[in-house]
């Protein structure tokens, strides 16, 4: 089944997640459960031994099933089987099924079994499903789900089901997705492809194994006994760590041979045709650019107009109807209807910014950052389109980052059109150091995208404080936010109504403060997206500071949290993954306090250094002139943190961890 793009969820045909309690009891009435027969290979799943499991484990999978069936004409029909033993309570989201289908991938076929412990088994069929929409934000799109409800799908009982779909698909590839969050006791792919096809196989993530034949022009892989992919805090995204297959199907007919790629040079140069000629101006476009950058000082101020343009006044939403999941619409219709997806945003940018003299190109990607197989030449590895602009050679501006130089390009600047919040010049961060199909007229060629200096992505805070005798601390904190801190900041203050905006740094202090209240909260520059953010705020805290006889005792460290527990799991098993940051970054603290009348300080904290080539943590506490002065910087400087070195980390997080905890102390001076 093709891909859905533009930030659509990534399609599978896997149980549904997350269904509301509501919406499963209707599905559940709905559902003219009769008892029946169960098929063989349902017994014959039931009846095998659990696959190893720890004891806390929701559910095991006994058979996870796909069958690809190719025709000489390039349909392909799937059979999916999945059979479940419910351990635990969590494990019930396994009786809920939805199943994608759309005008190009008919649903044939779909029925569902439960084998309770105790009694005779319920069957359900299609028609006992609801027919829903998967998606919101499209204003047409043929993709559509059915979800059907397994009938007593608790602790103890099986629950299986079974659906066959028959596809005309864009591409001829496929993949088998055999590895997840349960363990799995016996893993099945089985291809039939038409005499004289070949097939080339890619396997992530997982050791490779050699295909068995099966009959003529039929092969399968099996595996048993697969472990669950461990859900770890900060790990890296699923699809970069499971085990899947990916396979590519070369047929014998000419026609269908462009429906192959081999190569990401295919890949780019198969979206190049589907494109060719979307991008072409008109005569609206020219008056509109004209209109937009009359008055504009510079070229650097007309890129800026015109990303602004594509980004806030073209709303996103998509009309995705058979090949339209991929191909763009006309830049021409983008202007005229000012809405469209993502890679409508890029094409009607692309159109303006080349009446300008900016050449683009698109650039594939995906919004999870390790969700592409470099390995896998394919479109079905992303769902999102943005742009590359080739800069002129004379031209060096300020303030634009996202930039690579490539020898056969020259300099790139990546921007994403439909991120309505991150300024040009910025990336968001999901796309930072993440892989990218750049497309041109002679085909595709895979880049990483650039990551941008941690500098870049900043937040400034600083905190001019008083303290009183009784432990009040009084003051003002201001931050100054760049780059993805201000993004993130922004988009959290825009989705807050104005009167609960107090209300979200009240969440945020709660994790330091006592007794506080805010005085006061202010906020510049929130919708100038290419200028820094501001946020001040003003408070009152009582009983800050905590007395112990003639002492007081005073955490230098006011706000803020730059630390995490994410490896304090308090288990004795070994961590599997790696931890990922979302992006490089620096953060500066700076406190200072003024002291009540009386006091002195008797005792600073010492000083911490730690100091890794993934990461640095500094601080430092003074007294001198009656004020309290604490500052600190936390950097980030790369993305991943491999397995191996997770004790370093570890290591560095409780040297922050006990930092942020110190405490000063000051000593009430004797008449």
Same mark, same amino acid.
């Given at each position: 089944?093709?891909?859905?793009?533009?930030?659509?969820?990534?399609?599978?045909?896997?149980?549904?997640?997350?269904?509301?309690?509501?919406?499963?009891?209707?599905?559940?009435?709905?559902?003219?459960?009769?008892?029946?027969?169960?098929?063989?290979?349902?017994?014959?799943?039931?009846?095998?031994?659990?696959?190893?499991?720890?004891?806390?484990?929701?559910?095991?999978?006994?058979?996870?099933?796909?069958?690809?069936?190719?025709?000489?004409?390039?349909?392909?029909?799937?059979?999916?089987?999945?059979?479940?033993?419910?351990?635990?309570?969590?494990?019930?989201?396994?009786?809920?099924?939805?199943?994608?289908?759309?005008?190009?991938?008919?649903?044939?076929?779909?029925?569902?079994?439960?084998?309770?412990?105790?009694?005779?088994?319920?069957?359900?069929?299609?028609?006992?499903?609801?027919?829903?929409?998967?998606?919101?934000?499209?204003?047409?799109?043929?993709?559509?789900?059915?979800?059907?409800?397994?009938?007593?799908?608790?602790?103890?009982?099986?629950?299986?089901?079974?659906?066959?779909?028959?596809?005309?698909?864009?591409?001829?590839?496929?993949?088998?997705?055999?590895?997840?969050?349960?363990?799995?006791?016996?893993?099945?792919?089985?291809?039939?492809?038409?005499?004289?096809?070949?097939?080339?196989?890619?396997?992530?993530?997982?050791?490779?194994?050699?295909?068995?034949?099966?009959?003529?022009?039929?092969?399968?892989?099996?595996?048993?006994?697969?472990?669950?992919?461990?859900? =770890?805090?900060?790990?890296?995204? /699923? @699809?970069? +760590?499971?085990? %899947?297959? *990916?396979?590519?199907?070369?047929?014998? &007919? #000419?026609?269908?041979? =462009?429906?192959?790629?081999?190569? /990401? @040079?295919? +890949?780019?140069? %198969?979206? *190049?045709?589907?494109?060719?000629?979307? &991008? #072409?101006?008109?005569?609206?476009?020219?008056?509109?650019?004209?209109?937009?950058?009359?008055?504009?000082?510079?070229?650097?101020?007309?890129?800026? &107009?015109?990303?602004?343009?594509?980004?806030?006044?073209?709303?996103?939403?998509?009309?995705?109807?058979?090949?339209?999941?991929?191909?763009?619409?006309?830049?021409?219709?983008?202007?005229?209807?000012?809405?469209?997806?993502?890679?409508?945003?890029?094409?009607?940018?692309?159109?303006?910014?080349?009446?300008?003299?900016?050449?683009?190109?698109?650039?594939?990607?995906?919004?999870?950052?390790?969700?592409?197989?470099?390995?896998?030449?394919?479109?079905?590895?992303?769902?999102?389109?943005?742009?590359?602009?080739?800069?002129?050679?004379?031209?060096?501006?300020?303030?634009?980052?996202?930039?690579?130089?490539?020898?056969s390009y020259g300099r790139l600047l990546f921007f994403d059109p439909t991120d309505a919040i991150t300024p040009l010049g910025y990336l968001p961060a999901s796309l930072q150091a993440n892989h990218g199909l750049l497309v041109t007229e002679s085909g595709g060629e895979l880049i990483e995208l650039p990551l941008l200096r941690a500098n870049l992505n900043r937040l400034l805070r600083t905190g001019k404080l008083a303290l009183n005798s009784d432990g009040t601390l009084f003051g003002t904190v201001q931050e100054i936010l760049w780059g993805d801190f201000a993004t993130r900041r922004r988009g959290l203050l825009l989705e807050t109504a104005p009167a609960e905006r107090n209300k979200t740094l009240e969440r945020f202090l709660a994790n330091f403060l006592p007794g506080f209240v805010v005085q006061e909260l202010e906020v510049e520059n929130l919708e100038q997206y290419e200028q820094n953010l501001v946020v001040r705020y003003r408070f009152i805290a009582h009983n800050y500071a905590k007395k112990a006889g003639n002492l007081l005792l005073v955490r230098p460290r006011v706000v803020g949290a730059k630390g995490s527990d994410v490896l304090e799991t308090g288990e004795k098993k070994e961590r599997k993954y790696p931890v990922e940051f979302d992006t490089a970054s620096l953060e500066s603290d700076l406190?200072?306090?003024?002291?009540?009348?009386?006091?002195?300080?008797?005792?600073?904290?010492?000083?911490?250094?730690?100091?890794?080539?993934?990461?640095?943590?500094?601080?430092?506490?003074?007294?001198?002139?009656?004020?309290?002065?604490?500052?600190?910087?936390?950097?980030?400087?790369?993305?991943?943190?491999?397995?191996?070195?997770?004790?370093?980390?570890?290591?560095?997080?409780?040297?922050?961890?006990?930092?942020?905890?110190?405490?000063?102390?000051?000593?009430?001076?004797?008449?």
């Amino acid at each position: 089944m093709k891909s859905k793009w533009c930030c659509r969820k990534w399609l599978a045909a896997r149980p549904a997640r997350g269904l509301g309690l509501a919406l499963a009891l209707a599905l559940l009435a709905a559902a003219g459960s009769v008892r029946a027969d169960v098929p063989e290979w349902l017994r014959a799943a039931a009846q095998a031994p659990l696959p190893a499991h720890a004891p806390d484990t929701d559910a095991v999978v006994l058979l996870d099933e796909q069958i690809t069936l190719v025709k000489e004409r390039g349909d392909i029909k799937t059979v999916y089987r999945r059979v479940v033993k419910i351990l635990r309570p969590g494990g019930r989201e396994e009786g809920t099924v939805r199943v994608y289908f759309d005008k190009e991938t008919r649903l044939t076929y779909l029925k569902a079994w439960s084998l309770p412990a105790q009694g005779k088994p319920y069957e359900v069929k299609e028609k006992d499903a609801i027919e829903t929409s998967p998606f919101s934000g499209a204003l047409y799109e043929d993709t559509r789900s059915k979800v059907l409800q397994i009938p007593a799908a608790e602790p103890g009982n099986i629950v299986g089901y079974e659906y066959e779909q028959y596809d005309r698909p864009f591409l001829l590839q496929d993949r088998w997705f055999f590895q997840g969050p349960y363990p799995v006791g016996r893993a099945r792919f089985a291809l039939q492809l038409p005499a004289g096809w070949e097939f080339e196989t890619v396997w992530m993530n997982h050791p490779g194994q050699e295909a068995q034949a099966a009959g003529e022009n039929r092969w399968v892989w099996e595996f048993e006994n697969l472990p669950a992919v461990e859900d =770890e805090p900060a790990m890296p995204p /699923w @699809r970069a +760590v499971a085990g %899947w297959l *990916a396979v590519t199907f070369f047929p014998t &007919r #000419e026609k269908l041979q =462009e429906k192959s790629h081999a190569t /990401w @040079r295919d +890949v780019g140069a %198969w979206y *190049a045709a589907l494109a060719d000629k979307r &991008r #072409e101006a008109t005569p609206a476009i020219r008056e509109k650019v004209a209109a937009l950058t009359e008055g504009a000082g510079d070229v650097v101020e007309k890129l800026r &107009r015109l990303a602004a343009f594509a980004q806030r006044d073209v709303r996103y939403v998509a009309i995705e109807i058979g090949i339209g999941g991929y191909q763009p619409h006309a830049a021409a219709d983008v202007l005229a209807n000012r809405y469209g997806d993502c890679k409508d945003k890029a094409t009607l940018l692309s159109a303006m910014l080349r009446e300008i003299g900016i050449e683009s190109y698109y650039v594939l990607v995906h919004t999870t950052r390790g969700a592409v197989a470099p390995q896998f030449p394919s479109m079905l590895n992303f769902n999102h389109a943005i742009l590359a602009l080739r800069l002129p050679a004379e031209l060096a501006p300020e303030n634009l980052h996202a930039v690579r130089a490539y020898e056969s390009y020259g300099r790139l600047l990546f921007f994403d059109p439909t991120d309505a919040i991150t300024p040009l010049g910025y990336l968001p961060a999901s796309l930072q150091a993440n892989h990218g199909l750049l497309v041109t007229e002679s085909g595709g060629e895979l880049i990483e995208l650039p990551l941008l200096r941690a500098n870049l992505n900043r937040l400034l805070r600083t905190g001019k404080l008083a303290l009183n005798s009784d432990g009040t601390l009084f003051g003002t904190v201001q931050e100054i936010l760049w780059g993805d801190f201000a993004t993130r900041r922004r988009g959290l203050l825009l989705e807050t109504a104005p009167a609960e905006r107090n209300k979200t740094l009240e969440r945020f202090l709660a994790n330091f403060l006592p007794g506080f209240v805010v005085q006061e909260l202010e906020v510049e520059n929130l919708e100038q997206y290419e200028q820094n953010l501001v946020v001040r705020y003003r408070f009152i805290a009582h009983n800050y500071a905590k007395k112990a006889g003639n002492l007081l005792l005073v955490r230098p460290r006011v706000v803020g949290a730059k630390g995490s527990d994410v490896l304090e799991t308090g288990e004795k098993k070994e961590r599997k993954y790696p931890v990922e940051f979302d992006t490089a970054s620096l953060e500066s603290d700076l406190f200072e306090i003024v002291l009540p009348g009386g006091f002195q300080v008797e005792e600073v904290p010492p000083g911490v250094t730690a100091e890794a080539d993934f990461a640095s943590y500094h601080s430092q506490t003074q007294a001198a002139g009656g004020v309290l002065r604490y500052q600190r910087t936390y950097e980030v400087k790369a993305l991943r943190v491999p397995a191996a070195r997770l004790e370093e980390l570890k290591k560095l997080f409780r040297q922050i961890d006990a930092d942020e905890r110190n405490s000063a102390v000051l000593k009430r001076a004797l008449p």
